[in-house]
C-alpha cells in the first residue's frame, strides 16, 4: 500500500507504509530529493520497563480550554489575524509561567511570507537540550485553484492540539527537577503553501529555520547541543491512534511505546504504521534524533473542514501527556546522561 491519494492532498506528507518500496512515490517525473528512508518497525514485544508518570487529573481540560480559545482564533496561518492572536496567546502563557520566550520573526524571501516562531527554555542542570515542539500554523485553505480546497479551517487537532497540550505541560515540567535543559518550540510554516505537499519543499518554514540557526549558533560555541527532539502532531482527537511514524529514530520509537505500555495506554499507540514527513525531518537530516507522535493514519478529519473541537476529546489530550511525561525521564537518560 503506498498513500498516494494522500500524497497528492496533504501538508504532512505520507510517502510511504510499512513494507513498502519507498522510492519517488507519485512524483515519478521528478529527481527524488535525498531524504532519510521510512525504516522497519520496532519489536514491540521488546519494552523497557518505565515507571509511569501520571500528568495531573485536570491537564486534559485545561489544555481542551486551550484548543478552544485558539480556534476561536479561527485559521492561523501567516498573516491572518488568529495567527497574530495566537502567537500572542502563546506568548502571554508561558510568560505568566515565568518563562522568557524567544521570538524569532522572519520574512521567507521566495515567499514573501512573514514566519514566527516561538520557545521557551526550561532550564536543567545541564545545557544540553531535549526539544519538545509543535507547529502552531495552520493550514492555508484559501486561494486553491480547486473550490475543493477552499473552506474555513479551524486546525482543532492539526495544530491547536500539540500547541495546547505544550502550554498545559509547560508548568508540569517546570516543577520536574532535570538534568537535561528542555526547550518549548512552536514552529510556524510547517504546512505546505501548495495543496499538495509537494516533496516538503514549500513547507517545514519554521523546523528548517530553528534547525539552520541552531546549527550556527553550535559552531559559534552560543548554544548547547540538542540531543533529541520531541514532536507533537495531532495529539487531541476522540478517536486517537498515535500511529508508529517511521521516520522517527528507532531508539525514540521504542521509547514511545514502552512509555504507551508503562501507563496502559497502548491501545492508543502503534497499532499501524506509517511514515510521515513532519518539523522532525530538518532535524534527521543533520543527525539529531527525534520522533514524532502523530495521528494521522487513519485520521478522517485531516485537512478537512470538521477538524474541530467536536472530535476531540480531553482524555486524548491527557493520554498523551502521560506517554511524554513518561517517556522524557528515559530520554534524558539515554540521550543526555549516557550520550550517544
Ligand atoms: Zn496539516
Same mark, same amino acid.
Given at each position: 500500500m503506498r498513500a498516494s491519494s494522500a500524497l497528492g492532498c496533504c501538508a504532512i506528507g505520507l510517502v510511504a507504509c510499512i513494507g513498502a518500496a519507498v522510492a519517488g512515490g507519485g512524483f515519478a517525473a521528478t529527481p527524488a530529493p535525498e531524504r532519510p528512508a521510512a525504516q522497519q518497525t520496532i519489536d514491540k514485544r521488546a519494552t523497557t520497563p518505565l515507571p509511569p508518570v501520571r500528568a495531573p487529573a485536570d491537564l486534559g481540560d485545561e489544555a481542551f480550554a486551550h484548543v478552544r480559545a485558539l480556534t476561536g482564533f479561527g485559521p492561523r496561518h501567516s498573516g491572518t489575524p488568529g495567527w497574530s492572536q495566537q502567537l500572542d496567546y502563546i506568548e502571554r502563557h508561558l510568560r505568566a509561567l515565568g518563562l522568557e520566550v524567544r521570538r524569532d520573526t522572519w520574512t521567507d524571501r521566495k515567499e514573501l511570507?512573514? @514566519?514566527t516562531n516561538l520557545s521557551a527554555v526550561i532550564p536543567g542542570r545541564r545545557p544540553e537540550r531535549i526539544v519538545l515542539a509543535c507547529h502552531h500554523d495552520t493550514k492555508c485553505m484559501q486561494g486553491h485553484a480547486d473550490p475543493a480546497h477552499n @473552506?474555513? @479551517?479551524v486546525g482543532a487537532n492539526d495544530g491547536a492540539s500539540a500547541v495546547a497540550l505544550l502550554l498545559a505541560l509547560a508548568p508540569v515540567l517546570q516543577r520536574a527537577e532535570r538534568e537535561a535543559t528542555l526547550e518549548l518550540v512552536f514552529f510556524d510554516g510547517e504546512e505546505s503553501l501548495d495543496w499538495a505537499w509537494n516533496e516538503g519543499v514549500r513547507a517545514l518554514f519554521g523546523s528548517k529555520r530553528f534547525v539552520q540557526r541552531h546549527r550556527d549558533a553550535l559552531l559559534l560555541g552560543q548554544e548547547a547541543r540538542i540531543e533529541a527532539l520531541i514532536l507533537l502532531d495531532m495529539v487531541g482527537r476522540a478517536d486517537l491512534h498515535i500511529q508508529e511514524e517511521l521516520y522517527s529514530t528507532e531508539r525514540l520509537r521504542q521509547i514511545v511505546w514502552s512509555?504507551?505500555?508503562?501507563?496502559?495506554?497502548? &491501545?492508543?499507540f502503534y497499532q499501524r504504521a506509517e511514515a510521515a514527513s513532519d518539523d522532525h525531518k530538518p532535524f534527521l537530516d543533520v543527525g539529531i534524533p527525534a520522533v514524532d507522535l502523530i495521528d494521522l493514519n487513519g485520521n478522517p478529519y485531516w485537512h478537512t473542514e470538521q477538524d474541530t473541537i467536536e472530535h476531540m476529546a480531553p482524555a486524548s489530550l491527557q493520554i498523551t501527556a502521560d506517554v511524554v511525561l513518561t517517556m522524557l525521564p528515559e530520554v534524558e &537518560?539515554?540521550?543526555v546522561l549516557a550520550g550517544r
Open positions: 511570507l512573514t @514566519f @473552506f474555513h @479551517f512509555a504507551a505500555v508503562a501507563c496502559g495506554h497502548q &491501545r492508543h &537518560r539515554v540521550y
